[in-house]
């Protein structure tokens, strides 16, 4: 089992940065992927950015690509989603997911935090 807390969000203006933090609970952390989703309000849900727990690759949406970076911290069971030049349709509320590898969809879902960036 796997419980995910995000922290981080808040009011930035356009061209600002945003660190996004997921503290993770269970001794496996280091074994799961994780991951970074959003949802815009009246949008559905969807794939920010992945880092997989075996190599560390990482995955990003083409509607971040270049402006944004994932990466853990295995030894603090914490996830990071770093995200610069952001954009008003940047906006939404962003979830941490996990999953163990072996699985393909995410399982393990935070509650939350809230981004959002002004014009």
């Known amino acids: 089992q796997v419980q995910l807390v995000e922290s981080g969000g808040g009011l930035v203006q356009a061209g600002g940065s945003l660190r996004l933090s997921c503290a993770a609970s269970g001794r496996t952390f280091s074994t799961y992927d994780m991951a970074w989703f959003r949802q815009a309000p009246g949008k559905e849900r969807e794939f920010v950015a992945q880092i997989r727990w075996g190599d560390g690759s990482t995955i990003y949406a083409d509607s971040v690509k270049g402006r944004s970076a994932i990466s853990r911290d295995n030894a603090k069971n914490t996830v990071f989603l770093q995200m610069n030049s952001l954009k008003p349709e940047d906006t939404a509320v962003y979830y941490c997911?996990?999953?163990?590898?072996?699985?393909?969809?995410?399982?393990?879902w935070g509650q939350g935090t809230q981004v959002t960036v002004s014009s």
């Open positions: 997911a996990a999953k163990r590898t072996s699985q393909y969809h995410y399982n393990y």
